[in-house]
Nanobody, 125 residues
């Protein structure tokens, strides 16, 4: 049974940094991503990565501030978040896809097969 476990969320002041982690020790997925959902808003893609060639994808609102990466030895997905803003406040979810992702679909939540339970990120001004 697939079980994606996120960690690393918390409360920080604007301008601060956090690192989110997502691990499943039993499965290796072709593609993974981070999504977020703020209260009253739709879930949106933050960043995605295709393990095969290391392709990465970012939403415009995080480019230059967030970095997605995979540690293959630990089978762990990371999201390094810098220069955090209050508008980054949301529940962040890890997602995994058995197949390849590309620029046209990485941010589409229905393209992912498995989801974590979420970790809360709160940024205060």
């Amino acid at each position: 049974q697939v079980q994606l476990v996120e960690s690393g969320g918390g409360s920080v002041q604007a301008g601060g940094s956090l690192i989110l982690s997502c691990a499943d020790s039993r499965y290796t997925f072709s593609s993974m991503a981070w999504f977020r959902q703020a209260p009253g808003k739709q879930r949106e893609g933050v960043a995605g990565i295709y393990r095969g060639v290391g392709s990465t994808y970012y939403a415009d609102f995080v480019k230059g501030r967030f970095t997605i990466s995979l540690d293959n030895a630990k089978n762990t997905l990371y999201l390094h978040m810098n220069s955090l803003k209050p508008e980054d406040t949301a529940m962040y979810y890890c997602a995994a896809r058995l197949g390849v992702i590309h620029g046209g679909i990485w941010a589409m939540s229905n393209e992912y097969d498995y989801w974590g339970q979420g970790t809360q990120v709160t940024v205060s001004s």
